[in-house]
């Protein structure tokens, strides 16, 4: 170590301190990373790996780096690739700096708490979450360093694992975090699902202790107990909510001012959505992985941040507060009525930037100039968006707006209209904010008056007229006379340097200048840094207001939004209620209806969980079976977060899950195949549905032999129909024709079917559901409609021709189907 430069001497220090992060080191106008993790920046960032001098043992150390003012891009990358990095910045002014400059890690960005814009996505929160498990107890939490929301839960251990899996599937963190002692166990559940993907982070267990971890939050939220927020008493809820405050305040480095409460998250307040009813339903996503195409991309007209990131919560986690959501329905219904005045307040909302990711910057200590402007950009539209929404008579329209006119009238004074990014180029603050600042300014800017000045009057008294004034950044002020002119120089001027053809001199005029314009540049600097982190922290101070202003802008946004797709898509007002009923009439799918090049064809749907309980629906494929299950499902979902629906009009007695067995794939990876992920999803099914929920079954069984698949198809429909605690309201959607007869031996069965005509060899499909059974599936048709070569279709054909002549039906006494297939097989092979 002794033979390193003493720059290395530190950045040795810096690094045993963080030795699983990437550190980015500060030297001058660049950020450099040395050794291993030159290496992998090097990779990674695809730039250009050098070295530097050499480490003890003589070899070159690898070296590379990027500029100071382009790190936010490459340290998005980084960040995407899953990597922690370290910012590792100079904290004094070299020109002022004993020797080596003094330098400090100022904030550790990783996948869950990066706040940049580059990192982020705009309509999508960033989450970190921790877990701790003790003996009996799971508890969660999961923050949003961006926005600053904060949820906590705990639960019994015997459905813990469970409940906490079905909470990350909704916030889907980037990264958890989890005791060091627990971490080989915790990862395993954790990763139940494939299609969770997280940096892993492991923490000291101390940091989980309830006691700890109490203390933490009583100190950050300055409060006396944690009774306000439901979590007093729950240590495990609590372990993983402090320990998770603990490591956000260890990488930001700062006091989170913008963490203003924690939530406690009750899954029972909410229609439950597992992964494989959100994927089904492409609910956010299609399962192509694009958004457009999915309900999103329809609900989805909002205008800020705030607003997509709350619709978005909104559609992922429904409600079952029927007060809450006749407010939303409210609010809906009075902006949808007047297409003129959404239209007023949207053009409000576009001028207000994501006031929630700009505070979390302020009160993080890395706003810029422009961030503050953007800031009150956003605050001055407030008074037009208050007075647009003055008349409004629903309740979650009608409040109050904070217009913060202090914040504002702050930031106008202060912050210069046409500021740079960074503080360190000047010219931060605004004139006549501060008349320290404008004198300096003032003196500052006279050197070219006072050097015209000097220099004419100089002339004057030599009578040299060659005589000139200058400034470089070597030797600062000086005067230039040609070598011809040199006898006429006064005896005061001080030679300073000699030239080819001429001689430079200073004096003590001009030195005294020099100093006072030197000085003041200096100053200037000093004091516009010291006026900013000042103004930056009187508006951090008002964080509560300004995220309380944030929070309601994006209410107003997200129901701005329902508004709009209502109306553009002709959707109606539901009705909810408590009941067991689900009515729709003339319901369309929101998606398809928009992707069609045909009119959409509307249906119906009686269904409760008495009298028409499970609803067997048969069909052709390319009928609109599929189509007829999800749309109902998406209906009831857009009911429930407080959205109007596509349909004539529609009754939905609260639903409190739904579940899906529509499609499936094979998981390789954990060496299932399409029958196991149908079969693991069917149990998850029968195993919680409750008499409120709404399930959808499309082809369940098709993934096995035919006899293995129908006995499965026949005993899931019979437990569903005969379990008093499982009766939900069920499509089950078949090419099972004997699943029909179900309606003969349990009450609340009933049979539908899709409508299809053949003429000669084509077949017309209509799309309607009535009630009946299909009389044929029309496979082969379908088979032709696909492209399946003549020939094919025709053995198709003549082979069917000669099954259904023979005996098929499974309740007589004759012969099995077996046999009949066997008899075939003999005669046509």
Known sequence: MDSLTPMMRQYHQIKKEHPDVLLLFRLGDFYEMFFEDAVVGSRELGITLTSRNTDRAGKPIPMCGVPHHAVNGYLARLIKKGFRVAICDQVEDPRQAKG?????VTRIV?????????????????????????????????LDVSTGEFWACEMPQEAGRDQVLQALMFFRPREVVVPEGDRAKVDRWLHVDPSLTFLLTAEADWVFNADYAQRLLLEHFKIATLEGFGIDGQQAGTGAA????????????????????????????????DEATIKNLELVKTNDGNRDGSLLSVLDCTKTGMGARLLRSWLLRPILDLDEIGKRLDAVEELQVSAARMDRIGKVLREIH?????????????????????LKDSLRALPELQAQLANCSSQLLNQPIDLLETVVELLDRSIDPDCPI????????????????????????????????????ERQRTGISSLKVKYNKVFGYFIEVTKAHLNAVPPHYTRKQTLVGAERFITPELKEYEDKVL???????????????????????????????????????????????????????????????????????????????????????????????????????????????????????????GSFIPAEEARVGLVDRVFTRVGASDNLARGRSTFMVEMI????????????????????????????????????????VTQPDRRARTLFATHYQELTRLDRLYPGVKNYCVTVRRSGHQIIFFHKVMAGVANKSYGIDVARLAGVPSPVIERAREILSRLEKKDMDLSGSRRSTGEVLEELQKKLF
């Open 354 to 374: 994501d006031v929630e990711r700009l505070l979390s910057r302020v009160t993080l200590q890395t706003a810029n100039g422009r961030d503050l402007l953007a």
């Open 422 to 457: 960074t503080i360190s180029d000047g010219g931060v603050i605004r004139t006549g904010f501060d008349r320290e600042l404008d004198d300096l300014r003032g003196i500052a800017g006279s050197g070219k008056s006072y050097i015209a000045s000097l220099e004419s009057q």
């Open 681 to 720: 999803e069917t149990a998850n099914i029968l195993n919680t549905a409750t008499p409120r929920s709404l399930i959808l079954l499309d082809e369940v069984g098709r993934g096995t032999a035919t006899f293995d698949g129908l006995s499965l198809a026949w005993s899931i429909a019979e437990y569903l």
């Open 519 to 641: 000085g003041a540049e200096e100053r200037i600097l000093e004091l516009e840094k010291e006026l900013f982190l000042r103004v930056r922290a009187q508006v951090a101070a008002e964080a509560p207001r300004v995220q309380a202003v944030a929070q309601q802008v994006g209410r107003v946004d997200a129901l701005l939004s329902l508004a709009e797709a209502a109306r553009r898509g002709r959707f109606v007002r539901p009705t909810l209620d408590l009941s067991a009923e689900l009515i729709i009439r003339g319901g369309r799918h929101p998606v398809v209806e928009l992707q069609a090049s045909d009119p959409f064809v509307p249906n119906d749907l009686s269904c409760n969980n008495t009298t028409d309980q499970l609803l067997i629906l048969t069909g052709p494929n390319m009928g609109g079976k599929s189509t007829y299950l999800r749309q109902n499902a998406l209906i009831v979902i857009m009911a429930q977060m």
């Open 110 to 142: 990783t996948p869950g708490t990066a706040i940049e814009d580059a990192v982020l996505d705009s309509r999508e929160n960033n989450y970190i979450a921790a877990v701790l498990e003790l003996e009996k107890l799971i508890g969660a939490a999961f």
């Open 100 to 104: 080596i400059v003094r330098r400090e």
């Open 242 to 273: 402090g320990a998770l405050l603990n490591y956000v305040k260890q990488t930001q480095k700062s006091d989170l001012g913008h963490i203003l409460s924690l939530r406690l998250f009750d899954n029972s307040a909410y229609l439950k959505l």
